[in-house]
């Protein structure tokens, strides 16, 4: 099963992100970013199954910093 990434600059806006999410009913997760995407981010990524293009703009309307997403099978 192929689950998303979003990626950002600090671990505090994953975990910012993470809560913002959940209170509009999207399920994700803070993970470690796999190593080789971490230069493209702090270290800690969201984990979601499904809602990435409706994730991506509750983040940035709440002001969350996104460097970006990727497509995973596994971590």
Do not use: H
């Not at 803070?30 to 990524?45: A, D, E, H, W």
């Not at 990435?52 to 002001?63: C, E, H, P």
Request: aromatic share 6%; glycine share 6%; net charge positive.
């Amino acid at each position: 099963m192929e689950r998303n990434l979003i990626m950002f600059s600090s671990v505090t806006f994953a975990m910012k992100g993470k809560n913002i999410l959940m209170k509009n009913n999207i399920f994700s997760k803070v993970v470690r970013t796999p190593m080789y995407l971490q230069n493209k981010s702090c270290g800690y990524s969201l984990i979601l199954n499904n809602d990435i293009d409706k994730a991506m703009g509750i983040l940035r309307s709440n002001g969350i910093s996104v460097l970006g997403t990727a497509a995973v099978d596994r971590l």
